[in-house]
């Protein structure tokens, strides 16, 4: 497995301001992803984080809303942007391990819990 | 949309076996299981997968049925700290974006005292 990590843990921010969540990796992966866990519900994926090119968004979400940086093969940063209330969510980024060789397994680091006011 | 479905909740004594069934009837031969749970809100936990051979490790087995149509993931001592939500997702074989996980409501396990 690997050791990630997300800043911050949790956090709380005002209605129309903008969080940049941070997933660090301690070793070399080729594919990271983005989920969102709203309260009381499962998870969903938004987005996966590209490295060197544009990152692939799910369907009911965009790059405005939650643009994605992915600089290198350890790191990844998660903007929410303009929050709503309706933004307050568990975000937590993945990664992709090989293990089999033919089909890889998912690692998940510990999740940013953001309260929008 | 996820294509298993689980019970939406279960509980066993600390130190029984417990078996959370899975059912998968549409899956298809590149199809791996995959069990991950995930305790009060922390990252979910990979624990186990298979495509059609039983599977054990040091956290648990995983039973898959000969059709494959359905799986069940069992615990074979379970203890306080394995109440969660396990999640059962099927997932295409391959890596990165044509074989993401998509999860479901999973089952709630209690594990009681």
């Known amino acids: 497995s690997a050791v990630i990590s997300q800043k911050p843990s949790r956090d709380i921010c005002q209605r129309g301001t903008s969080l940049t969540i941070q997933c660090q990796v301690d070793?070399?992966?080729?594919?990271m992803f983005w989920y969102r866990q709203q309260p009381g519900q499962s998870l969903t994926l938004i987005a996966t984080?590209?490295?060197?090119?544009?990152?692939?968004?799910e369907s009911g979400f965009v790059i405005d809303k939650f643009p994605i940086s992915r600089p290198n093969l350890t790191f990844s940063t998660l903007t929410v942007s303009n929050m709503s209330p309706e933004d307050s969510s568990i975000y937590l980024c993945?990664?992709?391990?090989?293990?089999?060789?033919?089909?890889?397994?998912?690692?998940f680091g510990p999740g940013t819990r953001l309260t929008v006011l | 949309d996820a294509k298993t479905t689980q019970p939406p909740s279960m509980d066993c004594a600390e130190g029984r076996a417990a078996n959370l069934p899975c059912n998968h009837s549409?899956?298809?031969?590149?199809?791996?299981v995959y069990w991950y749970r995930q305790i009060h809100s922390q990252g979910p936990q990979y624990i186990i997968h298979?495509?059609?051979n039983n599977e054990t490790n040091e956290m648990a087995s995983l039973i898959i049925t000969e059709d494959r149509k359905s799986s069940t993931l069992i615990l074979p001592h379970a203890t306080l700290r394995d109440t969660a939500v396990y999640y059962c997702?099927?997932?295409?074989?391959?890596?990165?974006?044509?074989?993401?996980?998509?999860f479901g409501k999973g089952i709630t396990l209690s594990v009681r005292p």
């Open positions: 997702i099927v997932r295409v074989a391959g890596t990165g974006a044509n074989s993401k996980l998509t």
């Open positions: 070793s070399q992966v080729t594919m």
């Open positions: 984080a590209n490295q060197g090119s544009e990152a692939t968004y």
């Open positions: 298979g495509l059609k």
């Open positions: 549409t899956i298809s031969g590149n199809e791996y």
């Open positions: 993945s990664v992709e391990l090989g293990t089999s060789g033919f089909t890889d397994t998912q690692y």
